[in-house]
């Protein structure tokens, strides 16, 4: 049962719409109330129940940046669209809360691999969005943003690799490159031209967890600058070689070549991050070659990741790639990455913190967009 003032608010909120046929779109979009509510412990303590949960959303949530997951994308949306001409200021907003709800969602990115439809897109611009695609390794989930620098918000489409490594993506053996190679065909063949801007994100995992698995296999245990420069160097030849193909299907125009990310995790946790990402059947082997190779502290890993890098830009700029440079900008005036993008995790994650990289981030994706 609601308040008086909570049943006030959500009038207010929908007002023009028929509350019955909203609570239907929303729900054909895969919202459930009690997810939404078990992911707010503030919901929880104010003794909202499910039903309420459902009319904060409608009321409040949507507008509120909250953090929930949906059904797969793109499932109701066109539903949610249709109302705008009754609410369209509400709508709207109303519109990119589920997308990006249903945006987070794994399974999204399995529906996107088999190709994005057209009317997907347009629905998205209809409605004020800016849809680009994102495929690279886990790294790919600091592209979903909601911030807007413009009149249009920023619509990612995640493809998500996990674990992949740009090394790889030329085997013929790769799975996460011939995936890729296969979606860009299809759209390739599609009825309607493709049109959307590529982010590509891979690298991160070469430059850090990769090396050091590729130095354990080796026997390398001492490290070397010059050793690390000549993984980065066939790493990034790799990675060329598969951007070959790639721009072979679609047009080059179109590729964003993403950086890596500066390194993160602290010196204290970064044993435990490399082996949380290895095979369970490899943890103990590799455990026990860690104490016997030496690694790099986190500022010599955040050169080496610049090291990486300045390959990968000159390996753009060889073959008219647009380079998106997600590096600099989180470095502070000692060349280290800035303790502000991974002080919200302590150090103990290899991901850049995400409140903390929200402006720069969207920053840098409006630009890249554009470019």
């Not at 193909?245 to 047009?251: F, G, R």
């Not at 435990?272 to 026990?288: E, K, N, P, T």
């Not at 800035?338 to 850049?352: I, K, P, S, V």
């Given at each position: 049962?609601?308040?008086?003032?909570?049943?006030a608010?959500?009038?207010?909120?929908?007002?023009?719409?028929?509350?019955d046929?909203?609570?239907?779109?929303?729900?054909?979009?895969?919202?459930?109330?009690?997810?939404?509510l078990?992911?707010?412990?503030?919901?929880?303590?104010?003794?909202?129940?499910?039903?309420?949960a459902?009319?904060?959303?409608?009321?409040?949530g949507?507008?509120?940046?909250?953090?929930?997951?949906?059904?797969?994308?793109?499932?109701?949306?066109d539903?949610?669209?249709?109302?705008?001409?009754?609410?369209?200021?509400?709508?709207?907003?109303?519109?990119?809360?589920?997308?990006?709800?249903?945006?987070?969602?794994?399974?999204?990115?399995?529906?996107l691999?088999?190709?994005i439809?057209?009317?997907?897109?347009e629905?998205?611009?209809?409605?004020g969005?800016?849809?680009?695609?994102?495929?690279?390794?886990?790294?790919?989930?600091?592209?979903l943003?909601?911030?807007?620098?413009?009149e249009?918000?920023?619509?990612?489409?995640?493809?998500?690799?996990?674990?992949?490594?740009?090394?790889?993506?030329?085997?013929?053996h790769?799975?996460?490159?011939?995936?890729i190679?296969?979606?860009?065909?299809?759209?390739?063949?599609?009825?309607?031209?493709?049109?959307?801007?590529?982010?590509?994100?891979?690298?991160?995992?070469?430059?850090?967890?990769?090396?050091?698995r590729?130095?354990?296999?080796?026997?390398?245990?001492?490290?070397?600058?010059?050793?690390?420069?000549?993984?980065?160097?066939?790493?990034?030849?790799?990675?060329?070689?598969?951007?070959?193909?790639?721009?072979?299907?679609?047009?080059?125009?179109?590729?964003?070549?993403?950086?890596?990310?500066?390194?993160?995790?602290?010196?204290?946790?970064w044993?435990a991050?490399?082996?949380?990402?290895?095979?369970?059947?490899?943890?103990?082997?590799?455990?026990?070659?860690?104490k016997?190779?030496?690694?790099?502290d986190?500022?010599?890993?955040?050169?080496?990741?610049r090291?990486y890098n300045?390959?990968?830009?000159?390996?753009?700029?060889?073959?008219?790639?647009?380079?998106?440079?997600?590096?600099?900008?989180f470095?502070?005036?000692?060349?280290?990455?800035?303790?502000?993008?991974?002080?919200?995790?302590?150090?103990?994650?290899?991901?850049?913190?995400?409140?903390?990289?929200?402006e720069?981030m969207?920053?840098?994706?409006?630009?890249?967009?554009?470019?």
């Amino acid at each position: 049962m609601l308040s008086r003032t909570e049943a006030a608010d959500l009038a207010e909120a929908t007002a023009g719409l028929d509350l019955d046929k909203l609570v239907d779109c929303v729900k054909a979009c895969g919202f459930d109330e009690n997810s939404y509510l078990l992911n707010h412990p503030d919901l929880q303590s104010a003794g909202t129940d499910a039903a309420q949960a459902l009319f904060h959303f409608l009321a409040h949530g949507y507008a509120e940046n909250r953090t929930f997951t949906c059904g797969v994308l793109p499932n109701g949306l066109d539903g949610i669209r249709s109302l705008a001409r009754f609410n369209p200021d509400y709508i709207v907003r109303l519109f990119r809360s589920l997308f990006f709800a249903q945006a987070r969602n794994a399974r999204t990115a399995e529906r996107l691999w088999k190709g994005i439809d057209p009317g997907l897109i347009e629905c998205l611009r209809a409605m004020g969005g800016s849809p680009y695609v994102v495929i690279g390794d886990s790294h790919v989930s600091r592209y979903l943003r909601r911030t807007s620098l413009d009149e249009r918000w920023l619509a990612a489409l995640p493809m998500v690799c996990d674990g992949g490594s740009a090394i790889k993506l030329a085997d013929k053996h790769s799975r996460t490159g011939k995936r890729i190679l296969q979606w860009a065909r299809a759209m390739a063949d599609a009825e309607h031209s493709f049109n959307l801007p590529v982010f590509l994100k891979f690298g991160g995992i070469d430059a850090e967890f990769l090396w050091m698995r590729t130095r354990i296999r080796r026997g390398i245990y001492r490290f070397s600058v010059a050793e690390f420069t000549d993984f980065a160097y066939e790493s990034v030849a790799c990675y060329g070689r598969f951007l070959d193909a790639l721009a072979n299907l679609m047009d080059r125009r179109l590729l964003r070549i993403c950086a890596a990310y500066p390194a993160v995790l602290d010196d204290a946790n970064w044993a435990a991050g490399f082996l949380s990402v290895q095979r369970a059947s490899d943890q103990g082997h590799l455990a026990g070659e860690l104490k016997k190779t030496e690694i790099p502290d986190h500022s010599m890993r955040t050169h080496l990741r610049r090291l990486y890098n300045e390959y990968l830009m000159d390996m753009c700029e060889a073959k008219s790639l647009a380079f998106v440079d997600d590096f600099s900008p989180f470095i502070d005036q000692d060349g280290n990455t800035d303790e502000l993008y991974y002080a919200e995790h302590h150090g103990r994650d290899f991901h850049m913190g995400y409140d903390a990289t929200e402006e720069r981030m969207v920053e840098i994706i409006h630009a890249s967009i554009h470019q």
